[in-house]
């Protein structure tokens, strides 16, 4: 709405299909039940919180539509809040890193950029109303990789897997959407 974009009647019922998707994803047995509802606040502020940025985003990418400044200045700002917040929790000493745990990080890292790059590559030539849900769907793609690589520390329900399918429905409803 705020940036003009049409948001028809399948993209509203895709959208609530993907929010019920990760509803489903979210609501299972856990295996820690040291959760309280309170806790639920952290989530659903980052979730309206990278929505609003996904606005913006797009409203930068309106001026200056260069994917690749835009993915240059999200990175750099995110790192710049992270060492403020790393000064503030004691500075270096508090990070502790080994070389196991830094390869994987650094391997996600390299894989996060191409998704940060990929994404503002869309936003820039797609709308929000269809990027996001198409983005939402990694639920999905997550179960993929967790089934082939993370077997044995993780098993994929019933539950899941339908909470997988609901978010890839909205998601196909809202990148058919004409």
Known sequence: LFL???WLFQNIVGTCLVILGVVILTSGKSADRHWRKRDLVYPVLAAMVFGISTNLRKAGLTVVPEPL???????ATAFCALLVIVRLRGGM???RFNPD???WLFGAALVNSGAILSFFAALNVGQIVR???VVACNPLLTLLWTGIFLRK???LSGHIIAGALVTVAGTV???TAR
């Open 101 to 103: 745990s830094s390869r």
């Open 93 to 95: 000493k508090a990070l």
């Open 4 to 6: 003009g974009e049409l």
């Open 69 to 75: 400044l835009a993915a240059a200045v999200t990175v």
């Open 173 to 175: 409803l809202v990148v």
């Open 153 to 155: 520390l993780e098993t």
């Open 131 to 133: 990027v996001e849900p």
